[in-house]
């Protein structure tokens, strides 16, 4: 019993999908029957009087078939109910009038009277319906909400230390990127998210935020997902939240999602002290801070190791000013030693980036690597290892970032990584992975973003290009 109802559940939810695409007919095939009937008055259109009948038999047709698809639609429960019951009846009395209309003209009486109140009908059940896809306001939004608009896109809090934290900060956010679907006029998927009380309750997958725990928070969840994903939200088609409406979404909630505390009350790391000082100046951030830095420091590098490193021409540099933690990059490299991999291992606690790409590197020179337990950062694009070495990396917890453009890896050795649920960009282009698995990727690892290349560059006649030899390795 329960397999045959949500069978008929998708079916319904299926055929009212197509409302959409269907309610387009009936306003254009009305107005343009409409059109012709009121020209087929005059003496020079009134070879037009033989297309009005067939006109308004297509729009009724069309305006039957929208009024019941906008029923199957309207059953999912998403929409204000008070503007679905405006939409739904004036709809169908437009059907009704229209089959008036088609009827009375094929007797030959007099249907202008018809006519008019059909297109004063389309009219008035087009309003209903953009009402409930844009908001009651958007007739007037474009003039009445202009300078909040324009706040919204560039918020500015002045004294932000002092501001509310949701009231000031996160409603403002919520308003202009979830309210189109989660707001007052719809509720997809029985979601609210403009009123606190709603935003606790949650929706059909139950609670939207849990307080203190992002990892937990579903909002904070269908954000982080590919942006080609069906769940991911907002919609592909709709504005994407920025990195610092992100930041301050992901901050408030870890925070505990309080609705009456003030900025100054919430814990701040030193990432959203600097994306709070943006909103208070108004200016954007030049580079989003670095999010795979840890807060706190850690003991300088010992000199010695660093130098022998600087020695054999691998380039060493801190990964930001005045930290000590490391990034080593073995680019004037071919050939790397055991000697060297056991050098870095003496760097295990200040080395978060290593790029040690287009070298010997297999899987037994990797295992050096499964000792620097605070590399967050790896690129072994364009060597010998394979899935299983692969395999290895899931020994570095930390890691965020993985660049394995040119090796042999296939999408079952990646899959191996699934229980790093940090990762969040896999560059997996020329390897052994085909188009067909990069979807089964994306859904092991929906918080990250699995690149997969091949990009196509524009070039204009004024590029200078630059050729080098490629380097041979001996």
């Known amino acids: 019993m329960s397999t045959l109802f949500i069978l008929l559940f998708s079916l319904v939810n299926f055929f009212g999908s197509f409302h959409p695409l269907l309610v387009h007919l009936p306003i254009g095939i009305l107005l343009l029957a409409a059109l012709f009937e009121f020209l087929s008055q005059k003496e020079k259109y009134k070879f037009l009087a033989s297309a009005v009948n067939l006109s308004l038999f297509i729009g009724m047709i069309s305006a039957m078939a929208s009024c019941l698809s906008g029923y199957l639609l309207s059953i999912e429960g998403d929409y204000d109910e008070g503007l679905i019951f405006n939409h739904q009846w004036s709809g169908i009395l437009l ?3 229209s089959i008036f209309a088609w009827y009375l003209n094929r007797l030959g009486r007099q249907i202008s009277w018809l006519t008019g109140l059909m297109v004063f009908l389309v009219i008035l059940t087009g309003h209903f319906g953009g009402s ?4 009651s306001d958007y007739l007037i939004k474009a003039i009445s909400a202009a300078p909040e608009e324009v706040a919204q896109k560039r918020l500015v809090v002045p004294n932000v230390q ?9 409603k403002p956010i ?3 990127k979830c309210y189109k679907c989660h707001g007052p006029d719809k509720q997809k998927g029985k979601l609210r998210l403009d009123i606190p009380d709603f935003i606790l309750k949650g929706g059909k997958t139950g609670k939207t935020i849990i307080a203190g725990n992002t ?11 590919s942006k080609e994903s069906h769940d991911h939200m907002p919609p592909l088609e709709q504005p994407q939240l920025t990195k610092t409406e992100l930041d301050l979404i992901h901050w408030w909630v870890g925070s505990g999602a309080d609705f009456d505390k003030k900025v100054a009350d919430l814990v701040q790391t030193e990432k959203i002290k600097l994306v709070l000082a943006s909103l208070q100046s108004g200016e954007k951030l030049e580079k ?3 999010s795979d830095i840890p807060e706190n420091e850690v003991e300088q590098a010992d000199t010695k190791v660093v130098q022998e490193l600087l020695a054999r021409g691998v380039a060493v540099i801190p990964v930001a000013m005045n930290s000590n933690y490391l990034s080593v990059n073995f680019v004037a490299l071919d050939t790397i030693t055991d000697n060297d991999l056991k050098l870095l291992q003496s760097l295990s606690k200040q080395l978060k980036w290593l790029k040690i790409g287009d070298t010997n590197l297999d899987n037994d020179k990797l295992k050096y690597l499964l000792k620097l337990s605070s590399l967050s950062r790896l690129s072994i694009e364009r060597t010998a290892v394979n899935d299983e070495g692969i395999a290895m990396l899931t020994s570095l917890p930390k890691l965020t970032y993985l660049n394995l453009v040119g090796t042999s890896v296939t999408a079952k050795g990646l899959m191996q990584l699934q229980s790093l649920k940090g990762l969040r960009q896999i560059f997996v282009y020329q390897t052994a992975i085909s188009g067909k698995e990069f979807s089964q990727l994306n859904k092991i690892f929906p918080k990250a973003v699995i ?5 196509k560059l524009k070039f204009l006649e004024s590029d200078t290009v630059e050729l080098k030899s490629a380097r041979v390795k001996l």
């Open 451 to 455: 690149d997969t290349g091949g990009y």
């Open 174 to 176: 919520l308003t202009s």
């Open 162 to 170: 002092q501001a509310f934290a949701y009231q000031d900060i996160i």
């Open 288 to 290: 989003d801070p670095v």
């Open 132 to 135: 409930i896809t844009h908001g």
């Open 215 to 225: 990892d937990e928070s579903e909002l904070i969840r269908r954000i982080l997902l």
């Open 95 to 97: 059907a009704i009038i």
